[in-house]
């Protein structure tokens, strides 16, 4: 059976699943029936200076975008840090890590960017017991506004110096949390790996708003007929955050960078994802508000079922192994040939592959053979985009089936096994030109 146990810069927990900062991890209470559920760790709700906490909105708090089930597809939110008060919160962390001994408890941070601040709190989260910190240089609303979060994680500089002092003035591990909001996300990576940090987290969410109320006017959520933007996240930011992680994971400059993966983390195979990306773990919270604490049980089974079958006895087993094959377009094999081929026992006859291919690509399916009804793949028009495998209902129906002999029906040139790319291309004026002999 499968060992979950991770250890992640020296934070141990029983499995690879924490929750995220968020509302989910705002309390004692909270956090122990998370703890009661399975989840093996949790970073609490962003902390921030001693004295009169923030002020959240009291009102609408988020908006959504839903797919056409209402399944929550993306979650956007306006709210602060914590706003309770932070000596109530250091002793509620003190002891749920006394009560939970064996699950990681991490402690977000945010105060001004200035030494003092962040001396005076590591000292505060020092005496709770916790595992580690993370540095919130993430959040794009309302705090960046005041200076930190996103306005910090947006200037690898004060990323760099922030995460020294950390380390000057406390021996726990430093996670420093990314911004999703900026040109490449390698840079602050890279920052942060110079100043020392342990790890980094990301993503953080995404600044958005999600729609416009046609009667108000306003955005969603509204406050008072106003509306403004705020963190996006759920299941529609995981491929944002994917490449981000990809893109950290295989810079010469910060390969090998312990990451702990967030971001529209729902299911197992979601978190194995990131794992193979490199994750040593992973943070989730909007799965958690949309379905619950007890959805932990199934991440947890899963990636164990998985893990089982492939042999992998420990996630270090798998992790990173798709790091590797993540490349830059100009190095992709462009003699590989593929063809779209339909199974006729399982097509339904819906027509959505030759809609798709007719009215928007390469008119390469039938919809009509021999006057009957009837959907095939014309070869010598498909160029293997792959759009009809993806826009059609049913699995499997439709596969792409690598051609490796004889010519291409479309191009009527030889198929060449060789390894192609742009770099050598003749096509392309920047092409490596192998020396005259």
């Not at 908006?63 to 089930?69: E, L, M, N, P, R």
């Not at 729609?211 to 008072?224: E, G, K, N």
Request: aromatic letters at 6%; glycine letters at 8%.
């Amino acid at each position: 059976m499968a060992d979950l146990t991770s250890n992640f810069v020296g934070i141990k927990s029983p499995n690879p699943f924490w929750l995220a900062s968020a509302p989910p991890t705002d309390k004692k209470y909270n956090v122990e029936r998370a703890f009661e559920a399975g989840w093996g760790g949790v970073v609490w709700k962003t902390l921030g200076e001693a004295g009169p906490p923030v002020v959240n909105v009291n009102g609408p708090r988020y908006g959504a975008i839903w797919g056409a089930d209402r399944r929550l597809a993306g979650l956007n939110n306006i709210e602060l840090i914590t706003d309770r008060d932070l000596e109530i919160n250091l002793r509620e962390m003190k002891e749920v890590k006394q009560n939970w001994p064996d699950r990681a408890l991490v402690a977000s941070l945010m105060v001004p960017c200035e030494e003092e601040p962040w001396k005076r709190i590591l000292d505060r989260v020092l005496e709770t017991g916790c595992d580690g910190v993370e540095l919130n240089f993430g959040c794009p609303h309302g705090m960046s506004e005041r200076g930190m979060g996103a306005a910090v994680g947006q200037v690898p500089e004060y990323i760099q110096m922030v995460v020294e002092w950390c380390k000057q003035h406390s021996n726990l591990p430093v996670i420093t949390k990314l911004t999703p909001n900026i040109t490449d996300v390698r840079h602050p990576a890279r920052a942060a790996k110079n100043g020392g940090t342990d790890a980094v987290s990301l993503i953080n969410t995404i600044n958005s708003i999600v729609s416009i109320d046609l009667d108000l006017m306003a955005p969603t959520p509204t406050i008072d007929g106003k509306g403004t933007h705020g963190g996006y996240c759920g299941p529609a930011v995981k491929p944002i955050a994917l490449n981000m992680v990809g893109e950290i994971a295989r810079d010469p400059l910060t390969a090998g960078l312990p990451i702990s993966g967030i971001g529209g983390i729902t299911t197992w195979r979601d978190a194995a994802e990131y794992i193979a990306l490199g994750c040593g773990n992973v943070q989730v919270c909007t799965a958690a508000m949309t379905y619950g604490f007890k959805i932990v049980e199934e991440m947890i089974e899963g990636l164990s079922n998985y893990m089982d079958e492939k042999g992998y006895k420990t996630i270090e087993d798998f992790r990173g192994m798709a790091v590797p094959n993540v490349t830059d377009w100009q190095y992709l094999n462009l003699n590989y040939i593929t063809k779209a081929k339909i199974d006729q026992d399982l097509c339904i006859s819906c027509g959505r592959c030759h809609i798709a291919c007719e009215d928007t690509s390469h008119q390469a399916i039938t919809n009509m053979v021999d006057g009957a009804r009837k959907f095939e793949v014309i070869d010598e028009e498909c160029v293997g985009c792959n759009l009809c495998v993806n826009v059609c209902p049913i699995d499997n129906c439709i596969t792409m089936e690598e051609m490796t002999t004889g010519s291409d029906p479309r191009t009527q040139k030889p198929i060449d096994r060789d390894y192609a790319n742009w770099t050598t291309h003749p096509n392309n004026p920047m092409a490596a030109i192998e020396p005259a002999e």
